[in-house]
């Protein structure tokens, strides 16, 4: 059974620095891998979608990476803002076929600070 | 385009009554997937469904829960006899199920649902 595991759980950061989240997940035979962004009351947002073929993604000050033999993924954010502030999930598909049913990780909760 | 919409937003139950939630997803999407939030459990699967059929509902957690889904589009989720351990946040999410962008899925706002 897949398991998703982000750390930090929360971090907070001054505005403008660079930031790392971390994802792991033990099996390594996915077919992709979503970040997702989640305001407070809201629903998610996706972010990056990287094929297992891909070692990266980029979109604007966000940049996420995938390793899959080592089971790792990261969402690099630069030159963070307070309106980055929200909790940052990643997720895998556990399903076969045409099912792609995500697993998901608990979140890192990002606050950047003015 | 429109993005996944669900109603209601909010929803305030008493214990033992039903609720029904509704998901319109992406025109085109074929892949519907339903999910729960809540705080102790984080996000988890509950149904997914492949047009108007329901390949997989392993993560629907008792048989007070079902789903539908009809025309290829619009799905409800039906909570019957609502118990104070079904308040979550209710997420509804569609997919391509093939070629390019296939997987990748869109959600919508949810429905915070609470049972008192």
């Known amino acids: 059974k897949q398991e998703v595991t982000q750390i930090p759980a929360a971090l907070s950061v001054p505005e403008g620095e660079n930031l790392v989240l971390n994802c792991s997940f033990t099996d390594s035979a996915i077919y992709n891998l979503q970040w997702f962004r989640q305001d407070p009351g809201k629903g998610l947002t996706s972010l990056l979608l990287?094929?297992?073929?891909?070692r990266e993604q980029t979109s604007g000050r966000l940049n996420a990476s995938l390793d899959k033999s080592s089971g790792r993924s990261t969402l690099y954010i630069a030159a963070s803002q307070p309106g980055d502030s929200a909790t940052y999930l990643c997720?895998?598909?556990?399903?076969?076929?045409?099912?792609?049913?995500?697993?998901f990780g608990k979140g890192t909760l990002l606050t950047v600070n003015p | 385009g429109a993005g996944v919409s669900q109603s209601p937003s909010n929803k305030v139950t008493e214990k033992g009554k039903d609720v029904e939630l509704r998901c319109d997803p992406i025109s085109g999407h074929t892949a519907l997937y339903w999910y729960r939030q809540s705080l102790g459990q984080g996000l988890e699967f509950l149904i997914y469904?492949?047009?108007?059929?329901?390949?997989?509902k392993s993560g629907l957690p008792s048989d007070r829960f079902s789903a539908e889904r009809t025309g290829g589009s619009v799905s409800t989720l039906t909570i019957q006899r609502t118990q104070q351990e079904d308040s979550a946040v209710y997420l509804c999410?569609?997919?391509?199920?093939?070629?390019?962008?296939?997987?990748?899925?869109?959600f919508g706002p949810g429905t915070r649902l609470t049972v008192t």
């Open positions: 997720a895998v598909p556990e399903g076969g076929g045409s099912n792609y049913k995500l697993t």
């Open positions: 999410a569609s997919s391509l199920d093939s070629g390019q962008g296939a997987g990748e899925q869109y």
């Open positions: 469904f492949q047009g108007n059929s329901a390949p997989d």
């Open positions: 990287i094929q297992s073929s891909q």
